[in-house]
């Protein structure tokens, strides 16, 4: 039913007709009822569902993925076992936050205090976070939080949290004006004790996915740089493709 206002509203009707005894109908009576609530609500529940099919596939390919790299930058099986658990574990602690974004807008930072409490780092004195409150989509969250797991359990092994003198310092900010507006990430470890334990060369799984999953997943623009006693890398994403804004002070 098409309303003067211009809404519209779904009606099931039921009827039967009385007859006479000839058989010529007589009267008619019946029900009309206004369905339109439950028909929206059938049709919120098949774009649910297929919402939920389709993240389930890129659960299934994200976890494919990871253990396939994995298993590339691993040489045992008891290594593959621990990286492998630990990655995922990254990945179930990143669902918890996306299964409470509409209560608690998710935040860089957010993502941040979560992987450093992860790797249970008492001494928070060499760690420094500084930047404005970004609201991060959920299209973005996946993949930033397996980014920033990959440089904290590294920053944990091998970086500056692997000794006491060393620091570690996260900075960002949003570049540029509406609609052209970027987030810049700075991951800042110094003080790493010598010899480098990771070399320059090599490519594991989390530079893999910083220098090559981020730009092909968020349009990032990434780099990475080893250089003596420091690790530096910068992530720049377009906040407009990612649909993320700027929260009030």
Known sequence: LLHPDGTVRWC???????????????????????????????????VLISELQHRTRNMIALVQSIAKQTMVTTHSQEAFSIQFDARLAALSRVQGLLSRAGQEPITICALLEMEIKALGTADRDRIKFEGPAVLLPNTAVEMLALAIHELATNARKYGALANERGRLSVAWRIEGAKPDQRLILEWLEQGIAPPASVDPTRRGYGRTLIEHALPYSLSAQTKFELADGTVRCSINLPLAELGGNEMAA
């Open 12 to 46: 099931l009707s039921r009827g039967r007709s009385i007859n006479d005894g000839d058989g010529t109908p007589v009267r008619m009576i019946g029900l009309s009822e206004d369905v339109t609530n439950s028909r929206q609500s059938e049709e919120t529940q098949k």
